[in-house]
């Protein structure tokens, strides 16, 4: 209980001040791991609700891509009954229903015999969920439903302590910026981010969002510059507003004009009835203009003087019309240097680049790409039927080596052909069989060039073929796997369980966790 109270203390006061982008999922995890740790559970869960389902920010005794998941309740049957449920539902051994968790608990592929859960809840409001799931028909028999209660009802007060604490800020620095509204600010299931590069970005947004200022948002293609400028909207005064998006190579250069700004009935040849431009649509709410740095040099003073004046004249119209648009210009390119080339106006980059946000290329946040994948795989599970679907070991050091020239796009597109591929070796047929089955992705479904790109992952241990003696049962030869690689790599690191973690690509606590269990740590 000491622990969980200092672990408590530690999150309460890290969310007081607004920091923990960095900490809080290691919070979290102590939270969890002091109120449930020594429960007879293979894994355990701690899930927060949001608009789209709930998302863990916690796990034990599972891969940190489980993070980057959504489970909504509608494609989970266990979890709605979970959360349908007044106190702790526990399942039949012998329940039909699929477990959100089959196959992700060991690399067997095993599927979970014993699951229960508690719903946490502010009165009839349901903040998030607990769940322990045992790959052992009976394992959890033993635990005492009043004594989960308790811990639940602890989780519970700390998702609602973190809520409001989270909104309260909110609140606090609309009202510093004026734009003060009487509703809380929206929820956002945006994954807690381990690289350093994103925690920087995400500080950022949190300052600029919340004013009107213009942002250019730059970085190379496929890194998600579109999804970070419907973050600036969504965390703005204007997100009951419009987000208008415009991809200005897309227009056809005689038409920019009358796109972004409208025209009047026969204002030109083909105009037979009024346009309402880009900007009037935009109108009290955020204006994106994609791949800025593809206007026309003819274009540009005439967006420049609607950025200073704040108002549009339509084509063939002698009235110039008011316009309240927040900007968001996104590029791939550099336009200080286009400026210098001559293809670009100084005076518009500089009115565009108020705030200018640089979006990190994936290889420069490799720490993040779990959580990506774990969001990617669950997309793919869903769309191909199938009760599971994850990475196994060498896939995942595969994902961790490779450098990413096309950043997230490349790895939405590397899973979804996988998957494919998986799912066609794998998956048995029959829509019945394919709700029941658990598909692993191997390296070679990846298709990924062995060798990696660069060398900045050259030090990571490569991971050895193995070839367990056909009378050795399957979960002894995957244990005895995992014991060697985590101490190999221990070796490697001297001891240092930390940066062991890191090079596996695991959760500190969840190796803490399956060090005991193979029993590499006392």
């Known amino acids: 209980m000491t622990v969980f109270l200092h672990t408590l203390r530690d999150l309460l006061a890290d969310l007081s001040v607004g920091r923990g982008s960095d900490a809080l999922p290691e919070r979290w995890a102590k939270l969890l791991a002091a109120l449930v740790g020594d429960y007879p559970a293979d894994a355990s869960t701690l899930m927060v609700a949001h608009d789209d389902g709930l998302q863990p920010v916690a796990v034990l005794g599972l891969d940190d891509e489980v993070r980057g998941r959504r489970f909504s309740l509608t494609a989970h049957p266990r979890l709605a009954a979970i959360a349908a449920h007044p106190g702790v539902c526990r399942f039949p051994l012998d329940s039909p229903l699929p477990d959100p968790f089959d196959g992700l608990l060991d690399d067997t592929l095993s599927h979970v015999h014993d699951c229960m859960g508690v719903a946490l809840r502010d009165g009839d409001r349901l903040l998030g969920m607990l769940t322990l799931d045992a790959l052992t028909p009976g394992c959890l028999a033993t635990v005492d439903d009043d004594e989960l209660l308790a811990a639940a009802g602890l989780l519970a007060t700390c998702l609602r302590l973190a809520q409001q604490l989270s909104d309260t800020r909110s609140r606090l620095n609309q009202a510093l910026d004026q734009h003060f509204t009487d509703q809380d600010a929206p929820r956002h299931s945006t994954p807690d981010w381990q690289s350093p590069a994103m925690r920087r970005l995400e500080e950022s947004l949190a300052l600029v969002a919340p004013t009107d200022m213009s942002v250019l948002l730059h970085g190379e293609t496929g890194v998600g510059k579109e999804r970070i400028a419907r973050r600036v909207h969504a965390l703005s005064a204007r997100r009951e507003g419009p987000l208008v998006r415009v991809n200005c190579a897309a227009l056809p250069e005689s038409l920019i004009e009358s796109e972004l700004f409208g025209h009047r009935r026969g204002a030109f040849s083909g105009a037979v009835r009024d346009h309402r431009g880009h900007f009037a649509m935009a109108h009290d709410g955020t204006l994106m203009l994609d791949e800025i740095g593809e206007l026309p040099l003819a274009m540009q003073p005439k967006l420049l003087r609607v950025l200073q004046e704040g108002e549009i004249q339509p084509l063939g119209s002698e009235t110039p019309q008011r316009v309240n648009v927040r900007l968001v210009a996104v590029t791939n390119r550099d336009l200080s240097q286009e400026v210098a080339a001559g293809r670009f106006r100084e005076d518009l980059y500089h009115r565009l680049s108020v705030f200018p946000l640089q979006v990190p290329p994936l290889r420069e946040r490799r720490e993040d ?154």
């Open 369 to 522: 790409v779990p959580l990506l994948a774990g969001g990617f795989l669950e997309d793919n599970r869903i769309r191909l039927g199938l009760a599971n679907l994850r990475l196994d070991l060498a896939a995942e050091h595969a994902l961790l080596s490779w450098p990413w020239p096309g950043n997230i796009r490349e790895l939405e597109h590397t899973l979804g052909r996988a998957a494919l591929r998986a799912f066609g070796e794998q998956s048995p047929a029959g829509q019945d069989a394919r709700r029941n089955a658990v598909v692993r992705i191997a390296a070679h479904h990846l298709e990924l060039p062995t060798t990696p790109a660069d060398d900045t992952t050259s030090s990571e241990p490569t991971v050895p073929e193995t070839h367990p003696a056909p009378p050795v049962p399957l979960r002894e030869a995957v244990e005895d796997f995992q014991r060697r690689h985590i101490a190999h790599a221990l070796e490697v690191h001297d001891g240092n369980w930390a940066a062991t973690a890191r090079t596996l690509g695991t959760d500190s606590g969840n190796l803490h966790r399956l060090g005991k269990r193979l029993g590499l740590k006392p």
